[in-house]
């Protein structure tokens, strides 16, 4: 989120009109997903949070990019392919509920070390049971294997190290990328 924030206020201080917005949404299926996390897993969850997206996408995304913006979203389907594998899923099968949402036309994913994303989540009053429960390296791991899956599969995915040391360079870059596609850098 915090990187995000940076790409934003430097593409709008470019002049470029963004729309930042983020999963689970705050709509209706993102509250139910944000309210059940504690107690639905595996199939059930999976599929309320596709259904998150795909309302997300119809509701938000689409009208915001019709209108010509662009639009930076904190967790898209990366996010599916790793939480929803954590929670015991399948990828295939995380795939096969997300595979016919709008594809991005840049998709980032951030990784830091899991000392450092230790260190994130311990600043934090309230974690998510992915959060409480699941090992910093497993999920890094699993991040660079999504990398790797949505690529194989259209995606233009792109990892960045997040570690503090990288983060003015990280956020430089995604910044000239956006840019890039945009026809603007």
């Given at each position: 989120s915090?990187?995000i924030?940076q790409?934003?206020?430097?593409l709008?201080k470019?002049?470029?009109?963004v ?15 944000r309210s059940?996390?504690e ?6 969850f ?14 938000e995304?689409?009208?915001a ?8 979203c ?6 599916s392919l790793?939480?929803?594998?954590l929670?015991?899923?399948e990828?295939?099968f995380?795939w096969?509920l997300?595979?016919m949402?709008?594809r991005p036309?840049?998709s980032i994913?951030?990784i ?23 090992e910093?390296?497993d ?5 660079l294997?999504a ?10 995915t792109?990892v ?12 430089l ?8 596609i945009?026809?603007e850098?």
């Amino acid at each position: 989120s915090t990187t995000i924030c940076q790409v934003v206020e430097k593409l709008r201080k470019l002049g470029i009109n963004v729309h930042t917005t983020k999963e689970p949404t705050t709509g209706p299926l993102g509250l139910v997903v944000r309210s059940s996390e504690e107690t639905l897993n595996g199939n059930a969850f999976a599929c309320l949070i596709a259904a998150d997206r795909y309302h997300h996408l119809k509701q938000e995304i689409e009208p915001a990019l019709c209108e010509g913006k662009v639009v930076i979203c904190d967790r898209y389907v990366e996010s599916s392919l790793v939480l929803q594998v954590l929670d015991g899923l399948e990828i295939d099968f995380v795939w096969a509920l997300n595979q016919m949402v709008r594809r991005p036309d840049l998709s980032i994913i951030l990784i830091a070390s899991p000392e450092v994303l230790a260190s994130r989540l311990s600043q934090r009053s309230i974690l998510s049971r992915f959060e409480r429960t699941k090992e910093r390296s497993d999920e890094v791991t699993l991040y660079l294997e999504a990398a790797t899956y949505l690529n194989l599969r259209g995606y233009h995915t792109i990892v960045f190290n997040n570690d503090p040391s990288n983060y003015e360079n990280t956020v430089l870059e995604i910044t000239r990328l956006i840019l890039s596609i945009l026809g603007e850098a």
